[in-house]
């Protein structure tokens, strides 16, 4: 399954969710990261981030195409169970606490 998100690096702290509406691209999960946009580092953050979030490895999760800070993340899960939870991420963010943990 695929999922379209908005990466906001230097955040403050790593959350994910709730969504945004772009114009072109639709509505975005949004996913806050600490990292700065330098090297790949901020989307590196933004799939952990997913990963965590969605409830599978880090290894189940890869970016398929990038327009600037919005991603398409392909999600190697079965799609009922990935379209709760970001249905769930959507109006909720998650808690940070569970996020920046390392």
Known sequence: MHVAIRVRPASDRTAVGPVTTDP???QLLVVR???PAVEGRAN???LRAIA???GVRRADVTLSRSIGRVKFVAVDAPDDIVAARVAELAQHSTPPARLDSR
Do not use: D, F, K, N
Request: aromatic share 0%; glycine share 8%; hydrophobic share 50%.
């Open 24 to 26: 072109i691209h639709g």
């Open 33 to 35: 990261v600490r990292e």
């Open 44 to 46: 590196e953050a933004a």
């Open 52 to 54: 965590q979030a969605l």
